[in-house]
């Protein structure tokens, strides 16, 4: 079983675990989003076409609509980061102000 950088809460909600490594958020044709340990925002960059590419790169891909992680595209995300902070990603609203906002300021 591979160890994944991240858990699953709930129906859409993704928890970020390890400080080493980036998550990119894949959610269909939608913007990319990138969690770090500093916080969330929108990936301009490549993304790895392999798992042993992103590695190197301290990343993980994490496809929202891979049957492994919540099996279809999602229009709300929630993601627990490791800032202390729950982000809501409301891909309604992607080009917006309201695309990523601050969910709770303190979710521990």
Do not use: C, W
């Not at 993704?14 to 400080?19: A, L, P, T």
């Not at 490549?46 to 496809?63: F, G, L, M, N, T």
């Not at 595209?73 to 917006?96: G, H, M, P, R, W």
């Amino acid at each position: 079983m591979i160890e994944k950088n991240f858990i699953t809460s709930g129906r859409n909600t993704i928890i970020h675990k390890i400080r080493k490594f980036d998550l990119l958020i894949v959610n269909g044709s939608k913007p990319v989003v990138i969690i770090s340990n500093r916080g969330i925002g929108i990936y301009k960059g490549p993304i790895p076409r392999k798992r042993s590419e992103a590695k190197k790169a301290y990343q993980e891909v994490v496809d929202v609509s891979a049957m492994e992680v919540f099996g279809e595209e999602k229009t709300l995300l929630f993601v627990q980061a490791l800032d202390n902070k729950e982000y809501k990603i409301d891909y309604s609203k992607v080009n917006t102000n309201s695309f990523i906002k601050i969910h709770q300021d303190n979710y521990v």
